[in-house]
């Protein structure tokens, strides 16, 4: 039952006209503003009502957070200021520790944008978004007292690491203040934990819509930049704050390339050498070694970062559909123009798991009739950890029709609440959008593909063979149908033949069906599942898939935190 300050410079709202409450969404409420002047005679232009809009919204999500604090137990004590006054500011904070005896944290989160090209920004707009930030931050290193001060958290923003277009000043501000909690650290010694989060952009939060609008949202999300999460976000700050080392003081916080970027500006330039994989058509490749008809690689959390995302019991291993993918593109670096159409009889014989902090792979093919014969070894010794074939041809064969059924019984929960509460998988394998039915027969699901950019930034020219997290999301309602009807999870252990037809792109929406082939009592599972597009044409099969789990194996689910499961 802590104490909070919270300190803005808009006054605390009245209660909401009678009028407004109830009306929810923007559209709504831009129909309600446009009547209303209207009705008194009057004319809004499309900006007023913006501003009415996001002032209604950004009122209703003060109350609602403030009530949250209170029924919490929080007591809230919410104070008027101009941060960037430094007698009204600055007496504040001599006040509160009149008035409390101490300050045990503070989160610096004030800031303002003003976007435009540098060369249009007028002085003053400059001088209010780094004022903003700095000046408050400037104010509290002076007044606040690291004797009883355990937390310093200064919120700041990618834009500061690594720049974004028509944000200068905003860059300027947030990188300005990077440097300023590192003099601190080394000002305050060991007594305070210092910390300068450089946020992506926020998505939605308990009671507002988040940072940006869904349009800024899909055009930050082609660029690689993924929203953060209101949950993953706050244990991210508290995991920091609470146990995060003194030494270490600026966070990147946030799904994106922005690493691959750094170190691709940064990087001397030095001829590529002749046998190593660099950019082109195959993603999981890039960075490889090829020599005839053998291929090295070592992965890590950087070159496969999708590893992250697919861990069992804590530790990173590596897919079966990724698997699938990497002895499809090696077969395709080798094979002469001609396409990748089928896998057969893919076996795992010995799982790839990331224990240390990398992995060698070394994929060995061999001519088998028209295609490849393939193992997946970890550093070329020993018992292979995959086994396949695969089938090549001038072209892909056409999509065929497929009907999938419509009379399976209703899912017991919703796509969100399986990634919840019964699978492992991280945010890039998150590919079952809705589950449509399920019964003892089979299931059936909405799935999304995924770019190569979304599990390797740098594959910006890249095409998949396999999508292996769209096989993957297929693979994964084997998992909810084996814990709906049988309360057992099961893994991925052969299949039989894994074939994709047509050679246009996948859509964004697609039928995923399973269907089952062994009894459902059976331990078990032997299955086909189609992948379709909304036209009822087959472009992804899998058939006589095969796994192989337990009740026991339940243990895996239960979401995905970086490893740690959620409640």
């Known amino acids: 039952k802590p104490t909070i300050v919270m300190l803005g410079r808009s006054p605390m ?42 002032r209604l919204l950004g009122e209703r999500e003060m109350h609602n957070n403030l009530a949250d604090l209170k029924e919490a137990g929080v007591k809230v004590d919410y104070r008027v200021v101009d941060v960037r006054d430094e007698a009204a500011f600055g007496g504040l904070i001599d006040e509160l520790y009149d008035k409390y005896g101490r300050i045990d944290a503070v989160l610096h989160g004030a800031g303002v944008i003003e976007d435009k090209l540098l060369v249009d920004k007028p002085q003053e707009a400059v001088d209010r978004v780094i004022g903003t930030k700095l000046d ?13 001060l355990k937390f310093f958290s200064l919120f700041t923003s990618v834009a500061g690491r690594y720049g974004n277009p028509g944000q200068s000043d905003y860059a300027t501000a947030n990188e300005t203040l990077n440097r300023l909690a590192w003099i601190l650290r080394a000002h305050w010694g060991g007594k305070v934990k210092v910390a300068s989060f450089n946020w992506n952009p926020w998505g939605p939060t308990t009671h507002g819509a988040g940072m940006v609008t869904p349009e800024v949202r899909a055009q930050f999300e082609a660029r690689g930049v993924m929203l953060i999460e209101a949950e993953a976000g706050m244990r991210i700050l508290f995991n920091e704050l609470l146990y995060g080392p003194l030494d270490e003081v600026e966070i990147v916080a946030g799904d994106c390339p922005w690493e691959y970027d750094e170190a691709r500006h940064g990087a001397l330039p030095k001829p ?11 993603a999981l490749l890039d960075g490889a070694t ?61 799982g790839l798991r990331l224990a240390g902090e990398s992995l060698p792979l070394a994929i060995r093919l ?3 009739g028209e295609g490849f014969s393939g193992e997946i070894h970890q550093d070329d010794s020993g018992k292979p950890s995959y086994r396949g074939r695969v089938l090549l041809a001038d072209k892909l064969p056409p999509a065929p029709a497929y009907q999938w059924p419509t009379d399976l019984a209703a899912p017991p ?11 492992f998988h991280g945010p890039m394998f998150q590919t079952i959008t809705e589950l449509l039915g399920v019964d003892e027969r089979g299931l059936l699901a909405r799935l999304r593909p995924t770019r190569p950019s979304e599990l390797y930034p740098p594959a910006k020219d890249a095409q998949w063979i396999f999508d292996p997290a769209l096989v993957d999301g297929a693979i994964q309602t084997v998992l909810i149908w084996s814990r709906a009807v049988r309360n057992s999870t099961p893994l991925p252990t052969r299949l039989g033949r894994l074939l994709r037809f047509g050679e246009e792109p996948l859509p964004e929406r697609l039928i995923s069906h399973l269907q089952l ?51």
């Open 13 to 54: 709202p009245s209660e909401e006209d009678g009028a407004s409450v109830g009306i929810e969404g923007r559209s709504e409420l831009r129909r309600f503003f446009v009547e209303q002047a209207k009705a008194a005679g009057e004319s809004l232009r499309p900006a007023e009502v913006e501003r009415q809009i996001s």
């Open 136 to 148: 408050a931050a400037w104010i509290m290193a002076e007044k606040l007292r690291p004797e009883s």
């Open 272 to 282: 590529p050498e002749a046998a190593v994989v660099q950019g082109g058509p195959l």
């Open 290 to 350: 090829a020599e005839g008809l053998s291929l090295n690689k070592c992965i890590d959390l950087v070159s496969d970062p999708y590893l992250d995302h697919h861990r069992i019991d804590g530790v990173p291993v590596q897919p079966f559909a990724g698997a699938c993918e990497y002895l499809a593109e090696t077969a395709s670096l080798m094979a002469d123009g001609r396409k990748v159409i089928a896998i057969e009889g893919m076996q795992l014989m010995n």
């Open 366 to 368: 061999s001519v088998s």
């Open 413 to 423: 929960l919703s796509s969100d609440a399986a990634y919840r509460g019964w699978l």
């Open 517 to 567: 082939l062994s009894d459902p009592a059976d331990p078990a599972i032997h299955c086909h599942i189609a992948i379709c597009d909304e036209q009822g044409r087959l472009r992804i099969m899998l058939e006589d898939f095969e796994g192989a789990g337990s009740a026991a194996m339940n243990r895996v689910g239960g979401g995905w935190a970086y490893g740690e499961p959620t409640e």
